[in-house]
């Protein structure tokens, strides 16, 4: 047996014995509903979503059928962002994440117009490949091709290496693709227009005034 087949078995088998969630930098907000601080309650079951953060959800190896399954009753594009909560540009990015899943949720921007203050526009999570690894590889694959370390020259052992942060986007139950481009607040709401826009229906862009 390869060494990585059975990393994954490992993997698929901690997973299904030992129910996890995702983590976030500390300074994160945890609750919608309170708007600031973590929520009390536990979830009801792994299978839950919770936000830890207004407007993003935690995806986890146990609700990540259920979020899918979303796009299709909610009929909107669920954008998930896989990390490694010890890569720098997650910590960067995380900010714009916040951002992004308050204006999913339609919370406006002033540098957007007012036209994102209409209503849920899309999902947003976040899943920890840390610990969700399993899931992680297997809905983005470059996960594993395509390490980032904090210092240039070839690999050595002991040097700290991590996962990007790629972002996935599903819709109508099926995966989509890759995002490929900036990762920025109006960059991912002006993607979310178009997906849910009707043919021919106006999509504002961020060069608005």
Same mark, same amino acid.
Not at 58 to 76: D, G, Q, Y
Not at 117 to 134: R, S, Y
């Given at each position: 047996?390869?060494?990585?087949?059975?990393?994954?078995?490992?993997?698929?088998?901690?997973?299904?014995?030992?129910?996890?969630?995702?983590?976030?930098?500390?300074?994160?907000?945890?609750?919608?509903?309170?708007?600031?601080?973590?929520?009390?309650?536990?979830p009801?079951?792994?299978a839950?979503?919770?936000?830890?953060?207004?407007?993003?959800?935690?995806?986890?190896?146990?609700?990540?059928?259920?979020?899918?399954?979303?796009?299709?009753?909610?009929?909107?594009p669920?954008?998930?962002?896989?990390?490694?909560?010890?890569?720098?540009?997650?910590?960067?990015?995380?900010? $714009? @994440?916040? /951002?992004?899943?308050? +204006?999913?949720?339609?919370?406006?921007?002033?540098?957007?117009?007012? *036209?994102? !203050?209409?209503?849920?526009?899309a999902?947003?999570?976040?899943?920890?490949?840390?610990?969700?690894?399993?899931?992680?590889?297997?809905?983005?694959?470059?996960?594993?091709?395509?390490?980032?370390?904090?210092?240039?020259?070839?690999?050595?052992?002991?040097?700290?290496?991590?996962?990007?942060?790629?972002?996935?986007?599903?819709v109508?139950?099926?995966i989509?693709?890759?995002?490929?481009?900036?990762?920025?607040?109006? $960059? @991912?709401? /002006?993607?979310?227009? +178009?997906?849910?826009?009707?043919?021919?229906?106006?999509?504002?862009? *961020?060069? !608005?005034?």
């Amino acid at each position: 047996m390869r060494l990585v087949d059975a990393r994954f078995l490992a993997s698929a088998l901690f997973l299904a014995l030992a129910p996890t969630s995702g983590s976030v930098p500390q300074d994160a907000t945890c609750s919608a509903a309170k708007g600031e601080g973590c929520a009390d309650e536990a979830p009801n079951s792994d299978a839950d979503l919770v936000e830890i953060s207004p407007g993003v959800l935690s995806i986890t190896t146990h609700n990540f059928r259920k979020s899918v399954e979303l796009t299709t009753e909610a009929k909107l594009p669920l954008f998930v962002a896989f990390y490694d909560p010890r890569s720098v540009s997650y910590k960067e990015l995380w900010p $714009a @994440l916040q /951002e992004t899943g308050r +204006r999913f949720r339609g919370e406006g921007s002033e540098g957007f117009s007012s *036209s994102d !203050e209409q209503g849920q526009l899309a999902l947003l999570g976040i899943c920890d490949v840390t610990v969700h690894t399993f899931l992680g590889l297997r809905e983005a694959p470059l996960l594993e091709s395509s390490w980032q370390s904090t210092a240039r020259g070839p690999f050595k052992f002991g040097r700290s290496r991590f996962h990007p942060l790629i972002i996935m986007i599903y819709v109508q139950g099926q995966i989509m693709g890759e995002y490929v481009g900036v990762v920025s607040s109006d $960059a @991912l709401v /002006e993607v979310a227009y +178009r997906l849910v826009a009707p043919i021919g229906g106006y999509v504002p862009t *961020s060069l !608005e005034a």
